[in-house]
């Protein structure tokens, strides 16, 4: 997202299929994100001659993020006595 905000507000998306490129997700990707910057009242237009997504109104986008650690004993408590355990391809629920 904040990639993808970047780039409009540089005027230098490129072309939506560019732009899924550049961001090494897919086209429709491309379109959600837009639609999630819309959903926060950005107004993003598209300028054929140029080939980019720009911003019509003053927009500016802070992401933050936020990790706590927890205990073994605080994520059981969590889950209600379920527990994550990691694995090759993920995570997974199990029950105790």
């Known amino acids: 997202m904040q990639r993808l905000h970047s780039l409009i507000s540089q005027e230098c998306t490129g072309s939506p299929l560019e732009l899924s490129r550049k961001l090494r997700i897919s ?4 379109y959600n994100l837009l639609d999630h910057l819309k959903d926060f009242n950005a107004e993003i237009n598209y300028d054929r001659s140029r080939k980019t997504y720009y911003y019509q109104n003053d927009f500016k986008l802070e992401i933050q993020l936020s990790f706590s650690v927890i205990t073994n004993n605080e994520l ?3 889950l209600s006595g379920s527990y994550l355990s990691k ?4 995570y997974s629920t199990s029950t105790n």
Not at 27 to 30: A, C, D, G, P, Q
């Open 27 to 30: 086209e429709r990707s491309v």
């Open 87 to 90: 694995k090759k391809d993920g």
């Open 76 to 78: 059981t408590e969590i």
